[in-house]
């Protein structure tokens, strides 16, 4: 075969070439470090190292949130302390003034300390951690605790309810004064079903779009709006508790209306006065147009639980609520403080109101007798509340822990991983790289010699 003086060219040039891209490509290795630079260089490497990669930043966000709520949780047990000290000098004072033995300024003197308790327990109910009330389930925005001077006498409210709608009151207020008090406020008791809309923009209704339904412990009515009617916040608000209350009117001795709508903020909250669900659902009218989702539903007593994620399919609640821990109805730690308080003012009674749904529904007032030493068993009960709220956020806070410790491992495991997959032996990088720069000068040197001879030389 003949071999002209371009076939050696063009071999030399290629080899030189090749030569230079294995240079480079060790180099690329040996500045970033990483076995490949690009997918195509070797698949099987970049997809493990993807997956590796996304495992870790579940891994890191996991941290985060682990760390949030072990950080929230030990806020709160923080603050049960502090109730659950200042409900040990509550009790301590009441035994001691139990005794008999106490002057009515040593009594007075006992109540002023109690009241002042109260206020720091109260206070202590709106603690705020990184600008979030922690005891105030979603309204995490608003102090959750307020104490309001009502015609019945003071009251508790929580997130803008009444903790406690039914006493206790002093026996001198009348019972037809609280039965008045009572069914004026029943939109206004903690937990009942509600649900609010989002902001409500101007709209037109327009036939045939007119028709919803809505839900009353499961019975449902249809509610239509007034085809070619142009409807704002208020304007909806007005028609809306008009029809509803067609729809589901009140009987003798239930609150008119059994769902009252209002207005704040240009958006609607439908409030059940008697009833323990309420849905909403769309017709040939999507609700939407008036803020709410078809299907949303409303519950007595649903809960409002602050849920963080700690792992696949794993999440846990952080968040105790206000009316939890203290109570509610009968049983709210602010009822026994105010029948503590009317005993060492010398009252020997009290009264309550409770709603029965009958037939006839009515509200019943009760007089009960007080003193003392009988609230004793009330407030252990108030501190077994709070214990046990103290012991379930301990519990959560030891999981959470060990959840750390977990993903702590993981983190460095998976990363070691990656580091195994992913990164480059500088050791061996460099001796090939050594390698390669010396192949590359000998192929230049070498080249030099074939290409460098030419005809000219030869005539010289």
Known sequence: MRVTSGMLVQNAIRNINSNLSRLDTLQ??????????????????????????????????????????????????S???????????????????ANGTYSDDDLNAVKEEITEIKKSILETGNSNYSGRYVFAGYNTGDAPFESVSTAVGEKIMYNGKYLSLGGPISSTVSDEDYKAFYLDNMDKI?????????????FTATAPALDFSLSLD???????????????????????????????????GQPDPLIKVSTQDDKLKLTVQDGS????????????????????ESIANAKQEIEY????????????????????????LFNTLTKLEMALEGETSYKTATYDEGPPAEVIVETHELDISSLLGDLDLDLSRILKS???????????????????????????????TEDADYAEVSMKLASAETVY???????????????LDFLQ
């Not at 410790?405 to 070691?416: A, D, H, M, P, W």
């Not at 000068?441 to 005809?455: D, G």
Request: glycine fraction near 8%.
């Open 390 to 420: 103290r012991s379930v956020l301990g519990a959560k806070t030891n999981y959470v822990e060990l959840t750390q410790n977990r993903l702590s491992s993981n983190n460095v495991t998976f990363t070691e991983l990656l580091s195994n």
């Open 218 to 252: 499961g019975v449902s009515q249809s509610i239509s709006l007034t085809d070619g009617t142009t409807y704002d916040a208020d304007t909806l608000q007005i028609e809306l508790q008009s029809k509803i209350n067609a729809a589901f009117p009140s009987g003798t």
């Open 277 to 296: 669900s309420i849905q909403i659902d769309s017709g040939t009218l999507n609700v939407k147009t008036i803020g709410f989702t078809g299907g949303t």
């Open 309 to 332: 994620k700690m792992g696949v399919g794993n999440l846990i609640t952080i968040n105790v609520e206000g009316n939890e821990m203290f109570g509610k109805g009968e049983e709210s």
């Open 441 to 455: 000068s000998a192929a230049l040197s070498a080249s030099a010699k074939v290409i460098q001879p030419s005809l």
């Open 190 to 202: 903690s937990r009942q079903p509600e649900m609010q809309s989002a902001v409500i923009n101007t």
């Open 28 to 77: 690329q290795k040996a500045s970033t470090g990483k076995q490949i630079q690009y997918a195509s260089d070797n698949p099987v490497i970049a997809t493990r190292s993807i997956k590796i990669k996304s495992y870790l930043s579940e891994v890191e966000q996991l941290q985060k949130n682990t760390e949030d709520a072990k950080s929230w949780m030990k806020f709160c047990e």
């Open 79 to 97: 603050s049960l302390g502090q109730i659950d000290d200042n409900l040990d000098r509550i009790r301590e004072l009441t035994v001691e003034a």
